[in-house]
């Protein structure tokens, strides 16, 4: 949990889905268009924010190389289309550079801890954005401990744990994979 939240999590009305370990619905697309990115479609399987007004982009790895910058470039676009970006003020710039940091965070775990990324799913409500990288590795992400900050590497889970409203692990029973996700705050 991270240190630097702004609310209660019980303030947040009912928990998106997949937070009680459900699936979140997200699944690869078969025929994604442009190179694996998939069209930004409305998910009737996302949960919807207090006004029923949730955003969802997906963004698919399949055949893809430079998948960190892929995934920075694909959310640095959903962010301009949902008005996060261009900032108007420094809070709501610090809150669009701290969403593609752990962005390239679970996009750079998933190179080096699994098989790489198969996809990318970001939802958004007027309070929570909620990144997920789904990956075929069996791994469980954590924060090293202790951490050691004057060390090269080991940096990418602790950091997001410091951004991060909360993060956890899905795993689907019977399927190979897990799902890493991460809510941090939207502007206000």
Not at 17 to 34: E, K, M, N, T, Y
Not at 146 to 154: E, I, L, N
């Amino acid at each position: 949990m991270s240190t630097t939240r702004p609310y209660s999590p019980g303030d947040r009305g009912p928990e998106p889905s997949g937070a009680s370990g459900a699936s979140g619905g997200a699944a690869p697309a078969a025929d994604a268009p442009d190179g694996g990115v998939v069209t930004p479609i409305a998910d009737p399987a996302s949960p919807p924010g207090p006004s029923g007004d949730a955003q969802v982009r997906r963004l698919s790895f399949e055949d893809q190389s430079g998948v960190v910058p892929l995934a920075r470039d694909f959310t640095r676009q959903a962010l301009y289309d949902w008005g996060w970006l261009p900032a108007a003020t420094a809070d709501r710039r610090a809150a669009a550079e701290d969403v593609l940091l752990v962005v390239s965070e679970l996009v750079t775990n998933a190179c080096l801890h699994a098989e790489g990324p198969d996809l990318l799913t970001i939802t958004s409500d007027r309070k929570v954005i909620r990144l997920e990288v789904t990956d075929r590795g069996t791994g469980q992400p954590s924060p090293r401990t202790p951490h050691r900050a004057g060390r090269p590497g080991g940096h990418g889970m602790f950091i997001v744990q410091r951004l991060c409203l909360d993060w956890g692990v899905l795993r689907t029973p019977d399927v190979a994979g897990k799902t890493v996700w991460a809510e941090l705050g939207t502007p206000s």
